[in-house]
């Protein structure tokens, strides 16, 4: 197969990003703008309101109606209210309005396990349960969703009807700019999964604690096959909200998150901090969108054990595609001592088949630095395979590792990156190891094997230039016949799909269709 036909598997993605990323409504419907956000929502539960209700402690709380959109004000839900019991929000060809964040089961904090009070597991707290096509609007910055320890959040959606979070411009008023972010916080959820944030004594006793960004939350336990329901077919947009500088909510975070939870088909878009983030755990994630992301679009660390499949990742405004830790930057280390970074257990994730296009554009121009691919660091291990990475500009690495213990790491076997389609100025950059290469100046197409053994030769040359056109469209510029076998696809883990192609989509697959936004 010549080296155009391998791209030609990925073309739809790449036309699409090539179209722009302008907003792009999935599920049009006719918008009254007229709502009155005055309106209690305390009661009125009359048989023409369709709004969610539940009960508690004998009284009965529904949202009110306004003939078009459901809205809920701060004695329904809020910060200070979090739901105590299951709640079901009902389909609504309007918006479910939110005044305040919409949080799911009470929190226990440090104190409160140390005294004895039982950290919620899966299960024991309230679940929350959208309707496929549902449309949540919130109207504050710093409103977001949060799922605590032992809550569930059930949305399932479907292609023609997915689930969207968005704020109350875009939904509501419909006027939101397409490029804006930190319009409301977005998702977090908080597990009972495991992270190197905690020592195994904590683990073992149960009083596993770790504070999460934004509102004080906690998060941690001993329980990387927990369940905190199940997230398919669920667009985030306009969301990330920075609390203060280095403490900043995300389009979805995935706080110490077991791998009994579901997510499949989720798309964030324009996301002040990362798209998805993951603090420990083993949640997997399978057909993963994520369009102008501020800083990282996949960022991880922590002890996150997760594999990810099939994710889509166009920067504009953004930093890298993929960012792993062990530890996060946010916890004091040596940067010269590996043992301050390589504390059990370990980040190591198993990802296949992403489609990284960066921007090209530099820290001068960006909100968090440099667009580059991916980025291994402070101690992080992992494998990477089946994947394409591509800049259109000089300068910015298709993958990086960075830092002492990563780069030890890398000698010891413990990351691997092979049959990725490396296509950057800079195809490798790393922190000075010997056996490890040091960086190409061509534009090259070439199947990255792993650190020791450097580049691999497929059955031809390793060069191929011109290969960019304006719309960033990988192709052949008839010079070169570099001959790429889909056998050099690599299996990976025995719980992932057998991969059949490099990168995200193929043409005769697009699993895009009908419920993303801005491709």
Same mark, same amino acid.
């Given at each position: 197969?010549?080296?155009?036909?391998?791209?030609?598997?990925?073309?739809?993605?790449?036309?699409?990003?090539?179209?722009?990323?302008?907003?792009?409504?999935?599920?049009?419907?006719?918008?009254?703008?007229?709502?009155?956000?005055?309106?209690?929502?305390?009661?009125?539960?009359?048989?023409?309101?369709?709004?969610?209700?539940?009960?508690?402690?004998?009284?009965?709380?529904?949202?009110?109606?306004?003939?078009?959109?459901?809205?809920?004000?701060?004695?329904?839900?809020?910060?200070?209210?979090?739901?105590?019991?299951?709640?079901?929000?009902?389909?609504?060809?309007?918006?479910?309005?939110?005044?305040?964040?919409?949080?799911?089961?009470?929190?226990?904090?440090?104190?409160?396990?140390?005294?004895?009070?039982?950290?919620?597991?899966?299960?024991?707290?309230?679940?929350?349960?959208?309707?496929?096509?549902?449309?949540?609007?919130?109207?504050?910055?710093?409103?977001?969703?949060?799922?605590?320890?032992?809550?569930?959040?059930?949305?399932?959606?479907?292609?023609?009807?997915?689930?969207?979070?968005?704020?109350?411009?875009?939904?509501?008023?419909?006027?939101?700019?397409?490029?804006?972010?930190?319009?409301?916080?977005?998702?977090?959820?908080?597990?009972?999964?495991?992270?190197?944030?905690?020592?195994?004594?904590?683990?073992?006793?149960?009083?596993?604690?770790?504070?999460?960004? +934004?509102?004080?939350?906690?998060?941690? +336990?001993?329980?990387?096959?927990?369940? !905190?329901?199940?997230?398919?077919?669920?667009?985030?947009?306009?969301?990330?909200?920075?609390?203060?500088?280095?403490?900043?909510?995300? /389009?979805?975070?995935? $706080?110490?998150?077991?791998?009994?939870?579901?997510?499949?088909?989720?798309?964030?878009?324009?996301?002040?901090?990362?798209?998805?983030?993951?603090?420990?755990?083993?949640?997997?994630?399978?057909?993963?969108?994520?369009?102008?992301?501020?800083?990282?679009?996949?960022?991880?660390?922590?002890?996150?054990?997760?594999?990810?499949?099939?994710?889509?990742?166009?920067?504009?405004?953004?930093?890298?595609?993929?960012?792993?830790?062990?530890?996060?930057?946010?916890?004091?280390?040596?940067?010269?001592?590996?043992?301050?970074?390589?504390?059990?257990?370990?980040?190591?994730?198993?990802?296949?088949?992403?489609?990284?296009?960066?921007?090209?554009?530099?820290?001068?121009?960006?909100?968090?630095?440099?667009?580059?691919?991916?980025?291994?660091?402070?101690?992080?291990?992992?494998?990477?395979?089946?994947?394409?990475?591509?800049?259109? *500009?000089?300068?910015?690495?298709?993958?990086?590792?960075?830092?002492?213990?990563?780069?030890?790491?890398?000698?010891?076997?413990?990351?691997?990156?092979?049959?990725?389609?490396?296509?950057?100025?800079?195809?490798?950059?790393?922190? +000075?190891?010997?056996?490890?290469?040091?960086?190409?100046?061509?534009?090259?197409?070439?199947?990255?094997?792993?650190?020791?053994? $450097? #580049?691999?030769?497929?059955?031809?040359?390793?060069?191929?230039?011109?290969?960019?056109?304006? /719309?960033?469209?990988?192709? !052949?510029?008839?010079?070169?016949?570099?001959?790429?076998?889909?056998?050099?696809?690599?299996?990976? *883990?025995?719980?992932?799909?057998?991969?059949?192609? #490099?990168?995200?989509?193929?043409?005769?697959?697009?699993?895009?269709?009908?419920?993303?936004?801005?491709?």
């Amino acid at each position: 197969m010549k080296i155009r036909n391998v791209f030609a598997l990925n073309l739809l993605t790449a036309a699409l990003f090539a179209c722009g990323g302008g907003d792009v409504n999935v599920s049009p419907t006719n918008i009254d703008n007229s709502v009155d956000n005055s309106v209690s929502s305390g009661g009125g539960s009359g048989t023409n309101n369709p709004c969610a209700s539940y009960a508690v402690d004998g009284q009965a709380l529904q949202g009110s109606f306004d003939g078009n959109n459901c809205f809920y004000d701060a004695t329904f839900v809020g910060v200070n209210k979090p739901l105590t019991t299951d709640l079901s929000i009902p389909f609504i060809s309007g918006v479910h309005i939110f005044a305040s964040s919409l949080f799911v089961g009470d929190d226990v904090t440090p104190a409160e396990a140390a005294a004895g009070v039982a950290i919620p597991q899966e299960g024991d707290g309230p679940t929350l349960t959208i309707a496929a096509g549902n449309k949540l609007a919130f109207q504050n910055p710093s409103d977001y969703v949060r799922i605590s320890r032992g809550s569930q959040i059930i949305a399932n959606g479907s292609p023609a009807a997915p689930i969207t979070f968005s704020s109350y411009n875009d939904l509501v008023l419909n006027n939101e700019t397409p490029g804006a972010v930190s319009k409301w916080g977005g998702i977090m959820i908080n597990g009972n999964g495991i992270t190197n944030n905690c020592t195994d004594a904590q683990r073992t006793a149960g009083t596993c604690s770790v504070q999460s960004e +934004g509102q004080e939350s906690y998060y941690g +336990g001993n329980n990387n096959a927990e369940s !905190s329901g199940s997230l398919k077919y669920v667009v985030v947009k306009h969301s990330g909200f920075a609390v203060v500088v280095g403490d900043e909510l995300n /389009g979805i975070t995935f $706080n110490a998150v077991g791998s009994g939870t579901v997510v499949d088909y989720v798309q964030v878009y324009n996301t002040y901090d990362d798209g998805f983030e993951f603090f420990g755990g083993a949640v997997n994630v399978k057909h993963a969108v994520l369009v102008n992301v501020r800083d990282d679009s996949l960022d991880f660390s922590d002890g996150y054990v997760g594999h990810i499949q099939y994710a889509i990742i166009k920067q504009d405004d953004s930093n890298r595609c993929i960012e792993g830790d062990n530890i996060s930057d946010s916890r004091p280390a040596n940067a010269s001592n590996p043992a301050d970074w390589l504390i059990a257990p370990m980040s190591h994730p198993i990802i296949s088949n992403v489609t990284c296009i960066t921007s090209g554009r530099d820290q001068a121009v960006n909100t968090h630095g440099d667009s580059e691919g991916f980025l291994l660091r402070h101690g992080a291990e992992g494998e990477i395979y089946n994947s394409i990475v591509t800049s259109p *500009a000089s300068g910015n690495e298709c993958f990086e590792i960075n830092s002492t213990g990563t780069v030890q790491n890398a000698e010891n076997g413990l990351i691997k990156a092979d049959s990725n389609i490396l296509a950057c100025s800079e195809t490798v950059k790393n922190a +000075g190891a010997s056996d490890l290469p040091a960086g190409s100046t061509f534009n090259t197409v070439t199947f990255f094997d792993s650190f020791t053994n $450097n #580049f691999r030769d497929t059955e031809a040359a390793t060069v191929l230039s011109g290969i960019y056109t304006a /719309g960033m469209l990988l192709q !052949s510029d008839g010079a070169s016949a570099i001959t790429v076998n889909l056998t050099d696809v690599k299996n990976i *883990a025995a719980d992932m799909e057998t991969p059949t192609h #490099f990168g995200a989509v193929t043409s005769g697959d697009d699993w895009t269709a009908g419920w993303t936004v801005g491709l």
